[in-house]
């Protein structure tokens, strides 16, 4: 760390930052000027020795560095996952939503500098500084730094299985089971009212043509019930095979 820095975090805020960033980011930077730049808006219209001084750069040259470690990690993670699937999963995992909800949860909201006017809980500035904050790792610790982080908050083991279910179509693979084996099945959906003022709910169950029940499930939608029938459908073919 520079000297200028340590004489720096004698002061409470700069010492607050510092320790919040370092928490973060799983180490301590050795230059924290990018960080700081990585919290400031471009409505802030911030300066650093005479020149503008916002994100923008660094949120550019984030999001290439997330879409690389993302997929690196995709890569490594299923030698089996086809490309296409691999793309769909990436672009999950790195989506505004899902950026701003990380970002949130890390408090970035409270660290981000910008105009009266905006708000970073209903826009996607916490995503925008996560991305900055990406690259600001990358350039104070490289790789050997970013891959932990993104690993940790952005694309770890869980969130890969979840965001592979969300995409995963049971529904078409129970009827491609069914069609290869010759077998005829039915999606049979319902709407279930639970407890007054609340929403319609839908259950589905999958039959064999002998009206045997084959899955269940049921969702705030058809699709949701079907998807979860479907799921169930396929776990009970596998174990009776």
Not at 51 to 64: H, I, M, S, V, W
Not at 109 to 126: A, F, N, Q, R, W
């Amino acid at each position: 760390m520079k000297i200028t820095d340590l004489i720096k975090l004698f002061f409470r805020e700069e010492r607050k930052f510092y320790f919040f960033i370092s928490k973060i980011a799983g180490y301590h930077p050795s230059d924290i000027i990018h960080f700081k730049e990585a919290f400031v808006h471009k409505s802030a219209m911030a300066k650093h020795r005479g020149k503008p001084f916002n994100n923008e750069r660094l949120e550019y040259l984030g999001d290439a560095v997330l879409d690389f470690v993302v997929a690196d990690i995709l890569y490594r993670n299923d030698q089996n996952m086809e490309e296409g699937t691999m793309t769909k999963i990436r672009a999950e995992l790195v989506s505004r939503k899902q950026l701003n909800r990380i970002a949130l949860s890390l408090g970035f909201s409270e660290m981000i500098k910008y105009s009266v006017g905006l708000s970073p809980d209903k826009t996607h500035l916490p995503g925008d500084a996560l991305e900055a904050f990406v690259a600001a790792i990358y350039i104070d610790g490289g790789m050997k730094k970013v891959i932990p982080f993104v690993r940790k908050y952005i694309a770890n083991d869980e969130q890969i299985t979840n965001t592979i279910g969300a995409n995963t179509n049971y529904k078409s693979m129970v009827l491609e089971w069914a069609q290869k084996n010759k077998q005829q099945i039915e999606f049979n959906i319902s709407s279930l009212y639970r407890t007054p003022g609340s929403s319609y709910n839908f259950m589905c169950y999958i039959t064999d043509m002998e009206g045997n029940e084959l899955g269940n499930g049921h969702g705030k939608s058809k699709k949701e019930a079907e998807q979860q029938a479907a799921q169930q459908a396929l776990k009970s073919i596998a174990e009776s095979c």
